[in-house]
């Protein structure tokens, strides 16, 4: 039987494991900047002379530091994390976290709504879908969720701003920052994982309704919509919450397209602008931040799953 005790066992190996894997992607970031190939002081001073000297380009290796044994290397950026210190950007010479900061307020936006679209959706049509098993519903529903895994997310975000910013002036072309702007962008993002995410929510609903337990409430007279969202819904729950955790966090990476677009300044316009004028700190930084938000979703669904769902946690129901 399934105890409190065991829960807090659980949860602790759960944030354990989350301390564990940040660790590692902290150091797979420290050797993005180490084993890339760039030297950052090469970059910082022939950006402002192209004809500079050696002797210019070690003293600003001596100045990073990035003349210091590996491991002195690695334990002071392991500290500048700790404190929030990801190091100076080449492209504006300003802190990355401060870059960061300013351009991931109006990403989180975006993704907040892209996933309200996703859990509303997502439920509604997954379990409609299932109460009407091979009817007119769940066919079109199939259908659409095929056609929508194959649509690329900025593909979609141009159709959108053709149609409803250019033909149908509903909305402007270049996002403001008002919430108004930003529906077309995080419905772009969302109709994806939406198609995605419903088709294992059905999966996982029918895969549920063959259990015992439904037999049983069968049996006592309860009706389909009733045992669906009575018990076999939050059963069913899991594989949904994991997939919506993972592309939540994924969410933030692939952005970067849909934000080009719509000509926002969010965290993925950031890293593109990064890559382009090879700024080896802001690349680690803002795939860094990716990273941990990536694990740290993950490990809140894990979570969520212990706590929400009696048969993933072990309870007999």
Not at 69 to 75: Q, S
Not at 84 to 109: F, H, S, Y
Not at 298 to 314: E, F, H, K, M, Q
Request: proline share 3%; hydrophobic share 55%; aromatic share 10%.
């Amino acid at each position: 039987m399934f105890t409190k005790g065991n829960l807090g066992r659980k949860l602790l190996k759960r944030l354990l494991n989350f301390v564990i894997v940040v660790w590692g992607v902290v150091t797979l970031s420290f050797c993005l900047q180490v084993f890339t190939g760039t030297d950052p002081a090469e970059m910082i001073v022939r950006k402002n002379n192209l004809f500079a000297t050696e002797e210019q380009i070690q003293a600003v290796r001596t100045e990073l530091g990035l003349d210091a044994p590996f491991h002195e290397r690695y334990l002071d950026y392991i500290k500048g994390v700790f404190h929030g210190d990801l190091g100076t950007a080449i492209t504006n010479r300003k802190p990355v976290i401060q870059n960061i900061m300013e351009a991931l307020p109006v990403t989180c936006i975006i993704i907040i709504m892209a996933m309200v679209w996703i859990m509303l959706f997502t439920t509604l049509v997954a379990v409609f879908s299932v109460i009407r098993k091979n009817g007119i519903f769940d066919n079109a529903a199939r259908l659409f969720c095929i056609i929508g895994i194959c649509v690329p997310s900025f593909w979609l975000a141009l159709i959108l701003l053709s149609v409803f910013a250019v033909k149908i002036p509903v909305f402007s072309v270049i996002a403001d920052g008002s919430i108004k702007s930003l529906i077309l962008p995080s419905v772009s993002m969302a109709v994806p994982v939406i198609c995605i995410a419903t088709r294992v929510l059905r999966a996982s609903i029918l895969n549920e309704l063959k259990s015992d337990y439904v037999v049983y409430a069968k049996a006592r007279g309860f009706s389909n919509t009733q045992i669906i969202y009575g018990e076999v819904l939050r059963n069913a729950l899991p594989a949904a919450i994991t997939l919506f955790a993972q592309y939540c966090a994924a969410l933030f990476g692939t952005s970067a397209l849909v934000e080009n677009v719509f000509s926002i300044e969010g965290l993925g316009s950031y890293l593109i602008k990064s890559c382009e004028g090879m700024d080896i700190y802001g690349i680690s930084g803002a795939i860094l931040v990716c990273a941990v938000l990536f694990v740290f979703f993950n490990t809140v669904a894990d979570i969520l799953s212990a706590v929400i769902c009696p048969a993933y946690r072990g309870e007999r129901i």
